[in-house]
T-cell receptor
Framework: QQQVKQSPQSLIVQKGGISIINCAYE??????FPWYQQFPGKGPALLIA?????SEKKEGRFTISFNKSAKQFSLHIMDSQPGDSATYFC?????????????FGSGTRLLVRP | ETGVTQSPTHLIKTRGQQVTLRCSSQ?????VSWYQQALGQGPQFIFQ???????GRGNFPPRFSGLQFPNYSSELNVNALELDDSALYLC????????????FGPGTRLLVL
């Protein structure tokens, strides 16, 4: 019940295209859903996050769409650039857990071709 | 303002040995969380320290232990190393618990032979 399932495992997109990564969860106690970006040799860095009281959040080229009834959320990267090539992780946490530990998906390796 | 730093960057140990990994939290942060990231996988929560006390633990055996110091830096100790402990160990600091952004360090790559 703690699992967050992420797909696809890898994604290749042409420059200027839209990259879409999907995540699903089971634990209805989750109430914070961040997306992290990780470059090789670096730790994950927060990209954008959403709470379940809204269905969409946009920051620049990055948008999270959230479907509470389906227990799914997705990351959309508009106008994808080669510099966006990285591994993306969705995550979830719950305020019922005092540590607010992050439960991560398995990651999506994105390659944006020039 | 300095970010989260970890040392060493890489480490090779043999099965049965013990290892200590270190993390310096970002300035002003009093909470450190440790994660294990196996190759090709997402990070998995090991435990968290808040104001020098353990505040939550993931599904890891007791041979994984930790400390947080008064300056909020932290150590992760692993005893009786096993081959499966080979992974990237990440620490993340935040200014308190709750929905505070966790800022990750670059990690320590541990290889157990």
């Amino acid at each position: 019940q703690q699992q967050v399932k992420q797909s696809p495992q890898s994604l290749i997109v042409q420059k200027g295209g839209i990259s879409i990564i999907n995540c699903a969860y089971e634990n209805t106690a989750f109430d914070y859903f961040p997306w992290y970006q990780q470059f090789p040799g670096k730790g994950p860095a927060l990209l954008i996050a959403i709470r379940p009281d809204v269905s969409e959040k946009k920051e620049g080229r990055f948008t999270i769409s959230f479907n509470k009834s389906a227990k799914q959320f997705s990351l959309h990267i508009m106008d994808s650039q080669p510099g966006d090539s990285a591994t993306y992780f969705c995550a979830a946490s719950s305020q019922t857990d005092s540590s607010y530990k992050l439960i991560f998906g398995s990651g999506t390796r994105l390659l944006v071709r020039p | 303002e300095t970010g989260v730093t970890q040392s060493p960057t890489h480490l090779i140990k043999t099965r049965g040995q013990q290892v200590t990994l270190r993390c310096s939290s970002q300035s002003g942060h009093n909470t450190v969380s440790w994660y294990q990231q196996a190759l090709g996988q997402g990070p998995q929560f090991i435990f968290q320290y808040y104001r020098e006390e353990e505040n939550g633990r993931g599904n890891f055996p007791p041979r994984f232990s930790g400390l947080q110091f008064p300056n909020y830096s932290s150590e992760l100790n692993v005893n009786a190393l096993e081959l499966d402990d080979s992974a990237l160990y990440l620490c993340a600091s935040s200014s308190g618990t709750g929905w505070q952004t966790q800022y990750f360090g670059p990690g320590t790559r541990l290889l157990v032979l």
